[in-house]
Nanobody, 118 residues
Framework: VQLVESGGGLVQPGGSLRLSCAAS????????MRWYRQAPGKDRELVAL????????DYVDSVKDRFTISRDNAKSTVYLQMNSLKPEDTAVYFC????????????WGQGTQVTVSS
């Protein structure tokens, strides 16, 4: 099982980034996909999630109307489009795959750094 994030980097306030997470080794379309982030000295925070078919999404209030989560099940990839970035969005962003069906499967990527600074 692998989840490989990419697309992080340094961006100025107000800028945009698009994160990608390429999955392999499991049935991607059967998993809810989530993006988390962790800033220095803070707990890991759920940022956004998308259901298996992509029909439903949810966001933490602080990113609503700025971030958009999407998925391409044919490519086993989930995305996070981040617009109007703020310094407080600075964190390591992690991709997560979750499935619960009697037992629970929970996979994590290694994370990608996003830094918002002028």
């Amino acid at each position: 099982v692998q989840l490989v994030e990419s697309g992080g980097g340094l961006v100025q306030p107000g800028g945009s980034l698009r994160l990608s997470c390429a999955a392999s080794g499991f049935t991607f379309s059967s998993y809810v996909m989530r993006w988390y982030r962790q800033a220095p000295g803070k707990d890991r925070e759920l940022v956004a999630l998308i259901t298996t078919g992509g029909g439903s999404t949810d966001y933490v209030d602080s990113v609503k109307d700025r971030f958009t989560i999407s998925r391409d099940n044919a490519k086993s990839t989930v995305y996070l489009q981040m617009n109007s970035l703020k310094p407080e969005d600075t964190a390591v962003y992690f991709c997560n795959a979750f499935r619960s069906a009697g037992i629970t499967w929970n996979y994590w990527g290694q994370g990608t750094q996003v830094t918002v600074s002028s």
